[in-house]
């Protein structure tokens, strides 16, 4: 597959597999197969155990961003939740944290990911030269555990001349895990795959396919699907809301070394982990890193004491993360009844926002 991932590159597409649709009528229609579209689904069938889903899939389950993403199941790093309370004062940006914290606990709560491959609990680590330190212990104050370290005592890696502050909570999975735990609790889900949609609309509407029409109550544009957001004048207005930012990301070779925990480099705009295994993963947004992202992790990083080891690109990839203009996700109604949702825009942070998010939907349908 092109611009195949790590992780896809542990599965085959017949690992995710929902049955294959067979009605005319769907109670719920859902575009797009990631993480946006199975958590609806997922909750779609909690709440109404009796009604029937359809999932249409362009390429595969997981074959866009969430079987491409760097796996932080992450509320976002310190210097996260300072952009949000500049950007929309304390409160809110406490809310949100609250929000993705909640996310966490719920993906937590309702799979079992300890036993999945590669689910690790070890925080984690921005570093930054400066920090907000009145931001921090109000962050305390508010429930949220940062730490300030003063010194990298528990890591191989060369981060003097930075500030560091964990966050004990943090945790990162196999995306594609998550993906597959979500497909298996499904039972009154079918899929569509390749299915070039048509969406025909009037107060009720019907998506038509090469061969036939299909029918439902409500319809949810669940992540990307941008053909179809971008071809039908009744979601044109979307493109203006919506910026597509490429991601990149590598794996390496397992290492002798152990990194503990995730890295968040805020002053480049980076983040890297290790795998259970010690691969390491380096990501870092494409227009802004400079050089290879390998080469920027070991000049900036690596102590000379690690460098007796060869570090080995395995596989290297590149995402697309759909961004709105204030970097929260756009969940909105898009006809005058409650049938047409869009769901997506969850940018960097789609496994700490997604699940909860999809629940929050559900609830309103
Ligand atoms: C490189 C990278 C690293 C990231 N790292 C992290 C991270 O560490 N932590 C984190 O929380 N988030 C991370 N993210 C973000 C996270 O992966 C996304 O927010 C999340 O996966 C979005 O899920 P989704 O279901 O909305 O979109 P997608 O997973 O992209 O799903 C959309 C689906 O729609 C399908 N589709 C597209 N067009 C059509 C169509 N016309 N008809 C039918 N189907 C269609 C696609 O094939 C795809 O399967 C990262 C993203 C990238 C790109």
Not at 259 to 287: E, K
Not at 308 to 314: G, L
Request: hydrophobic share 35%.
């Amino acid at each position: 597959m092109a611009n195949e991932s790590y992780w896809q590159s542990l599965y085959s597409k017949s690992e995710f597999e929902l049955p294959a649709a067979s009605k005319n009528h769907y109670d719920l229609i859902i575009m797009g197969g990631g993480l946006s579209g199975l958590s609806l689904a997922y909750w779609y069938e909690k709440k109404f155990s009796d009604q029937k889903v359809l999932v249409v899939e362009k390429k595969a389950i997981g074959s866009g961003a969430s079987g491409q993403n760097a796996g932080f199941l992450t509320k976002g790093s310190f210097q996260y939740l300072h952009k949000l309370y500049k950007l929309f004062g304390l409160e809110k940006a406490f809310e949100i944290f609250r929000f993705a914290q909640q996310n966490i606990e719920l993906i937590t709560g309702e799979f079992d990911l300890k036993k999945t491959r590669d689910f690790q609990e070890q925080g984690s680590y921005t570093i930054s030269s400066q920090f907000d330190s009145e931001l921090l212990v109000i962050a305390k104050d508010h429930g949220f555990n940062f730490k300030l370290l003063d010194e990298p005592v528990f890591n191989p890696l060369g981060l003097k001349g930075k500030k560091i502050i964990l966050d004990p909570s943090e945790k990162s999975i196999n995306p594609l895990e998550l993906c597959r735990s979500l497909v298996e609790s499904l039972e009154n889900t079918e899929i569509l795959y390749d299915a070039i949609v048509e969406i025909t609309e009037d107060p009720t509407f019907s998506l038509v396919t090469g061969n036939q029409t299909l029918t439902c109550n409500h319809l949810i544009l669940g992540g990307f699907a941008p053909e179809i957001i971008f071809s039908s004048e009744t979601w044109y207005q979307c493109k203006e809301e919506l910026e597509f930012v490429k991601n990149e990301v590598l794996v390496t070779q397992p290492l002798k070394t152990k990194i503990l925990g995730n890295y968040y480099d805020s002053d480049a705009l980076g983040y890297f982990r290790q795998t259970a295994d010690q691969r390491l993963i380096v990501g870092g947004y494409r227009q802004t890193t400079g050089g290879t992202l390998l080469e920027k992790f070991l000049n900036s990083f690596w102590t000379p004491s690690c460098m007796e080891e060869r570090v080995e690109v395995s596989k290297e990839w590149v995402g697309q993360l759909v961004m709105s203009k204030d970097g929260l996700p756009i969940i909105k109604k898009l006809s005058k009844n409650n049938s047409i949702h869009l769901f997506t825009g969850f940018s960097g942070h789609g496994l700490g926002m997604i699940f909860h998010s999809a629940k929050e939907l559900v609830s309103h349908l």
